[in-house]
C-alpha cells in the first residue's frame, strides 16, 4: 500500500485496508466473478479496500460516540460464531493465544463491532429487499451477456436476490458514510 490516510488523525493501518481487500475478493469470487477478472481489478479493488478501511474507521467512531447498547448475550453470541467458524472452543483458545489476546480483550473487541453492527442495521433498515422482477431482470441481463452457462434463475436466484441486497445496502452505507465524512477530517499522506 503506497498510500496512507488518517481519519481525524488516526492512521488507517496496512493491516484494516488487507482486511477489507480480502473481504471484497472473497464476495466477489463467492459471487462468480472469475478469479481472473478479479485479479485484473486488483489496482481498484485495493483503492476501494482503503475506502473501506476508512469508512469502517467513521463507523467505528460513530458507534463509539452513539454508546449504541451491545449487551452480554450480543457478545456471548458473536463469540459463539467465532467459535463455530474456527471449528470449536479448542481452536479458540489457541487462536487467541496465538494473537496474544485475552479473551476478555477480545470480547471488547466484539462488544465494538455488535455496536458496528447496529449502527450498520440502523443505517440500512429502510433498504427493501430486492424483488422478484429484479432477480429475474438480473439474472436475464447476465443471461443475455453470456455470464451465467448452464445455470437457471432457480439456480442463482440465491445468489442473485443475495448480490442485488449487497448492492442496496452498500450503496444505503456509501450514503451514510459519505455523511460521516463530510464531518471528519479525511487526509491521505
Given amino acids: 500500500m503506497t498510500k496512507k490516510a488518517y481519519v481525524n488523525g488516526e492512521e488507517i493501518g496496512e493491516g484494516a485496508v488487507t482486511f477489507e481487500l480480502s473481504r471484497l475478493v472473497k464476495f466477489y469470487t463467492s459471487h462468480g466473478i472469475p478469479e481472473d477478472e478479479v485479479k485484473k481489478s ?56 496465538a494473537q496474544n489476546l485475552t479473551e476478555d480483550g477480545f470480547r471488547r473487541e466484539l462488544e465494538k463491532g455488535a455496536r458496528v453492527n447496529k449502527l450498520v442495521e440502523r443505517a440500512c433498515a429502510g433498504v427493501p429487499d430486492p424483488t422478484e422482477e429484479e432477480v429475474a431482470a438480473f439474472y436475464d441481463a447476465q443471461r443475455r451477456a453470456g455470464k451465467t452457462g448452464d445455470a437457471t434463475l432457480v439456480d442463482l436466484h440465491d445468489k442473485i436476490r443475495d448480490l442485488l441486497r449487497h448492492d442496496a445496502r452498500g450503496r444505503a452505507m456509501e450514503a451514510f458514510v459519505a455523511e460521516l465524512r463530510a464531518n471528519a477530517n479525511v487526509e491521505y499522506r
Fill in 42 to 97: 486488483l489496482p481498484e479493488l485495493e483503492e476501494k479496500a482503503l475506502e473501506q478501511a476508512i469508512g469502517a474507521k467513521l463507523l467505528l467512531m460513530r458507534a463509539a460516540q452513539l454508546d449504541l447498547p451491545v449487551t452480554k448475550a450480543d457478545v456471548d453470541a458473536e463469540v459463539a460464531k467465532v467459535i463455530s467458524q474456527i471449528g470449536g472452543e479448542e481452536n479458540y483458545r489457541r487462536a487467541l493465544a
